[in-house]
RNA sequence: GUCCCCGUCGUCUAGCCCGGCCUAGGACAUCGCCCUUUCACGGCGGUAACACGGGUUCAAAUCCCGUCGGGGACGCCA
């Protein structure tokens, strides 16, 4: 059965199989990123191939925004296809498996929803009448143009002494399926546990389980990396593929992203907190989002954590994958604060707004700025990205979102402060006429001296000298008068950047305030 | 209900396959100290986990059995 070379990284053919019923989740996300990263590091080809099938709950909205998130995350793919332009091979692929008498007809009337999903009598395994039903009898039903499902003949005890596909075999005395999952290991399901699943709807498309597998036959898939959701579907699809002629490629199952609360990530339940778009738009950069996403399940077991693009592709293997369910420790929005419209840092997993701040300050800082500016220039239109390569500097280590630039830099950006509480110039152990006398000091001192770092420290300190002040008692005064408060950046770079005139006239409507 | 999977600090994880180096390592978060003109960065240190019970063994987080707990799948949805 492994007759197909594995190792051979030529072959190597990933995919990627989003459903567009929704925004791309995380869960997914990741999903995409370790494919993504397997075939890189492989030099395989990665495949995005959009599962559309469902045509009743398929939106163009889902699909833009699933693309969306996609080139956000700025990773590529080699081919795409579509699933709802490949029905006809599906359907072809079908009737082979009836040609062959490993599908059925039945002609029972469609279940009318979810009614008897968790029926008390467990899980239904197949109608028997419909089984076996002779090949004359069905023929003849399907030509009178009454309606039917094509059903998978999954082996019984009647298989007993046929020859067998392959991944069929006793286990433990009972007829059983097995497959080798590549993170989870061998895998064994007793075919008396596994239903006569529906190939063909009775409107003659094809359903989830035949499409996936028709597919991934038709492209050549060599890994089928996904979530663990799908690890008890695996034996219907081994089925399908052996029914069909095929090996079955290798699977390997993810484990799954959980919410806080212990359950599968949803976007019905959890909302836009699971959405990529949600990340993006708060200012993550899309490397820190990766570099979060590809530790929740997977380890390069070498305890780094902060990677790059580059470190995660060369370190990327299925041996890295762990089994157990992976939390990601977001807090609702509602719950985190009152909301304001923007998304508060705390509603992010805690070590993602870490990785974040520390892949910012691992950007150069021509680059940075560039991403900067224009969220700038969505407030203040005439910042030159020249400033903002004098500011980019200054408020690198000090901002965890790119977003945070506005309220990081907002001294440097607006003309006039915004008003601030004078109590605020007061220097630690000092007065009103401390900050004032330190103040007119300052503007004298400011007035006559040239603004780069080294002259500004000296002519500063001296002033606080003169005056009997420490030095710090003697910057406060002056760093609230230009920033409007007392958390900024290191007071001479910021004077620096400020120049000489906008420092002196605030520093004088500082003075206006306190008298 | 049936079947499958999982269970190491609050969270992500290393170690488990091939028992001893584990008085269980790292990271985030948290607390404290240091650096310092504020904030941040950085440095140092602290708190904190092998779900439980049996067994095998000289020795078990690591192997076996059971219990409990959590999750997932069971559709003519994907």
Known sequence: MNQIDRTSSANLRVRFAPS????????????????????????????????????????????????????????DWDESYKQSERHELHRKIAWSIFDKGLAYRDFTPAHTGESEKSGVQGTWLFNADMRELPREESNRRAAAGEPFALRFRVPREDAIGRQLPSAVGFAEGKLSVHFDDAVYGKQVKATADIEDFALLRSDGMPTYHLASCAD??????????????????????????????????????????VAPDGTKLSKRRHGPVVSVTTYRDAGFLPDAFINFLCLLGWSPKDDRTKMSLGELTDAFSLEGINRANAVVNFKEPAAARPLSGAIPEETFDAKAVWLNAEHIRALPIDDLSERLLPIVHEQYPNVTSKTMLRITPLIRERIKFLRDVLAAADFFLVEQLRPYDPAELIPQKGDAVMALKALQKAREVLASVEFNHDALDHALRAAAQELGLKAGQMFQPVRVSVCG??????????????GKETTLRRIEDAIRRLS
């Not at 080809?45 to 909205?61: S, W």
């Not at 038709?218 to 029914?243: C, M, P, W, Y």
């Not at 007392?486 to 910021?494: D, S």
């Open 20 to 75: 567009p019923t929704g925004f791309l989740h995380v869960g997914s996300a990741r999903t995409f990123i370790f494919n993504w990263l397997y075939a890189r590091h492989n030099h395989g080809t990665m495949i995005l191939r959009l599962d559309d099938t469902d045509v009743e709950r398929n939106t163009e909205a889902s699909v833009d925004s699933i693309f969306d998130g996609l080139q956000w995350l700025g990773l």
């Open 216 to 257: 991934d036959a038709d492209l050549t898939i060599s890994h089928i990396i996904r979530g663990q959701d799908h690890l008890t579907n695996t034996f219907k699809h081994v089925l399908i593929f052996e029914a069909a002629g095929h090996t079955p490629p290798q699977f390997a199952h993810l484990p799954l992203l």
């Open 485 to 498: 408060r007392k958390n900024a950046p290191p007071l001479f770079e910021t004077l620096e950047v400020l």
